[in-house]
């Protein structure tokens, strides 16, 4: 871990403390419905197979995966030991959780479930690489050409907010290097977690009307999008 990364924990171990910020920024139910919004995308095989949610906050996406597949080895892992701790006890009879910086995880998953964490790092490839060869099937899940002003993102290694725009071709460095063998791509908006609510539907689509008789540029509801990685591990 780098020295900015040592002062980005204490600053996450505060946010998931009880009541803190990120449960009371919803970030309780964005978990869930992010992993909901996966799971209408991509089905795993039923039977026994390993997962390891990595960056799991406070748990939810491992116990959703936990129920959807009552014959898997569910394990979640997060850098904040705070949040670790949390979702142990929350969910810790369904779920193996461990505290781990997502360059130290060991191990082979049949799995690994990566959702709204690499947009977060300068260095997300060589992160990417390093989950790639800890699993056979690398299931990423980012914000799809996010924007700034109209441009693409700036990474700033200063700074934990988004640090890039991702695209149909983010991932295709783990091909050119020969780690994995294909990746299948989806599209996904997450309402309320990324997305707009109904309301927001009507309102962007009123605006887009008047956007297109004054030939100004359509406004495009915020994407997810899905990358499903299988590697050589
Ligand atoms: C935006 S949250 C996403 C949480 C959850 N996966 C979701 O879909 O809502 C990013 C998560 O990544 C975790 N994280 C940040 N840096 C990490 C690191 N170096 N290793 C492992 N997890 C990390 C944070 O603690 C946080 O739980």
Redo the contacts with the bound molecule.
Sequence with gaps: ?TRH?NI?LDE?NDYFKENGAWEQGG?RK??EI?ARCFDEVITFPAGKFTLLD????LGQ?AAFFARRYPEARVSA????NV?VSRGRGEYGDRVHFFT???ERINGRYDVIYC???LE?FHDYVEKTMHLAACCRRLCIMVPYNQRQRGRRLVPDADSFEHQYSFYEDSFDFLLDEGLVQKIDIAFHPCPIAWGWSRRQRITHGIDNFIRKISRRPHEHEPMQIIFDIRTNA
Aim: hydrophobic share 45%; proline share 0%; charged share 15%.
């Design positions: 871990m990364e980005f996450f970030g964005q978990t992010f990595v960056g799991c906050a996406a892992t997060d850098v904040s949040a781990e910086d997502i959702s709204n964490v977060h």
